[in-house]
């Protein structure tokens, strides 16, 4: 099984002649099916950043046989990297260790709105037996570069599938929390919308033309302020057309 110690004893063994094993002769060895483990830790997988240098961090580590460096390989978004010269650090044995993955050592910059896939190949270095490989796949993504926007303008809210909500889009959208004031033509908030920040910001930075009870506002123009965090990042004006 693995991970399982196999103990060989010779106890008795003669030769040609006759004479006998003096001594009863033993040795172990380990059973090792297991490849190796890895997992990104930074960014964390499916997460969304803003920083167009962002590092990539993966921890490795191997329960037995230890990890043959020069076998692993590193693809970003299709380009293939050589895991020795990525290595930050490693353990004696080499049961564990880090690599890190510098886009600006490959002149590398992410690009707003930019979709990062990262898979690494590792394997182990058995004594006797085949290596153990494994296959990890992770991705992360970019932030948006948006600006403000409330779109469509004028929208018609009366649920026939059609411009039935103004989709907001303001510096921030997706990696900052935001709130969404929404005013009448006599100043008075209507509607306040908390988006939160992560990748279904989107779908809460929207205005169904309905008020805080859920009732929907007369046709009309409506101001609209957004905040994040605390300051007003856009404004402008909406038309509800019924």
Same mark, same amino acid.
């Given at each position: 099984?693995?991970?399982?110690?196999?103990?060989?004893?010779?106890?008795?063994?003669?030769?040609?002649?006759?004479?006998?094993?003096?001594?009863?002769?033993?040795?172990?060895?380990?059973?090792?099916?297991? #490849? $190796?483990?890895?997992?990104?830790?930074? $960014?964390?997988?499916?997460?969304?950043?803003?920083?167009?240098?962002? &590092? *990539?961090?993966?921890?490795f580590s191997d329960n037995l046989s230890g990890i043959a460096i020069d076998s692993a390989r590193i693809?970003?978004?299709?380009? =293939?990297?050589?895991?020795?010269?990525?290595?930050? +650090?490693?353990?004696?044995?080499?049961?564990?260790?880090? *690599?890190?993955?510098?886009?600006? &050592?490959?002149?590398?910059?992410?690009?707003?709105?930019?979709? *990062?896939?990262?898979?690494?190949?590792?394997?182990?270095? #058995?004594?006797?037996?085949?290596?153990?490989?494994?296959?990890?796949?992770?991705?992360?993504?970019?932030?948006?570069?948006?600006?403000?926007?409330?779109?469509?303008? $004028?929208?018609?809210?009366?649920? &026939?599938?059609?411009? &039935?909500?103004?989709?907001?889009?303001? $510096?921030?959208?997706?990696?900052?929390?935001?709130?969404?004031?929404?005013?009448? *033509?006599?100043?008075?908030?209507?509607?306040?919308?908390?988006?939160?920040?992560? +990748?279904?910001?989107?779908?809460?930075?929207?205005?169904?033309?309905?008020? +805080?009870?859920?009732?929907?506002? #007369?046709?009309?123009?409506?101001?609209?302020?957004?905040?994040?965090?605390?300051?007003?990042?856009? =404004?402008?004006?909406?038309?509800?057309?019924?």
């Amino acid at each position: 099984h693995d991970a399982e110690t196999v103990l060989v004893r010779l106890v008795r063994a003669a030769d040609v002649f006759g004479n006998l094993l003096a001594a009863p002769l033993e040795w172990r060895f380990m059973m090792d099916f297991s #490849p $190796p483990a890895a997992v990104m830790t930074s $960014p964390t997988p499916g997460d969304t950043i803003a920083d167009p240098s962002q &590092d *990539i961090v993966i921890e490795f580590s191997d329960n037995l046989s230890g990890i043959a460096i020069d076998s692993a390989r590193i693809t970003v978004n299709g380009s =293939e990297y050589p895991v020795r010269g990525l290595i930050d +650090s490693i353990g004696g044995d080499s049961l564990g260790g880090r *690599i890190v993955f510098s886009p600006q &050592d490959f002149g590398i910059r992410w690009a707003p709105g930019e979709s *990062i896939g990262v898979s690494l190949h590792i394997c182990d270095s #058995p004594d006797t037996c085949g290596p153990n490989c494994a296959d990890y796949v992770w991705s992360f993504f970019i932030i948006p570069q948006f600006g403000c926007a409330g779109i469509p303008n $004028p929208f018609t809210p009366n649920a &026939d599938g059609r411009n &039935d909500f103004v989709q907001f889009y303001f $510096p921030g959208l997706i990696f900052e929390p935001a709130e969404i004031y929404i005013f009448d *033509i006599y100043s008075q908030v209507i509607k306040i919308i908390s988006v939160p920040a992560g +990748s279904e910001a989107k779908i809460f930075a929207r205005w169904d033309g309905t008020d +805080s009870a859920g009732k929907p506002v #007369p046709q009309g123009v409506y101001l609209y302020v957004i905040t994040v965090g605390g300051e007003v990042v856009c =404004e402008g004006t909406i038309t509800i057309a019924r």
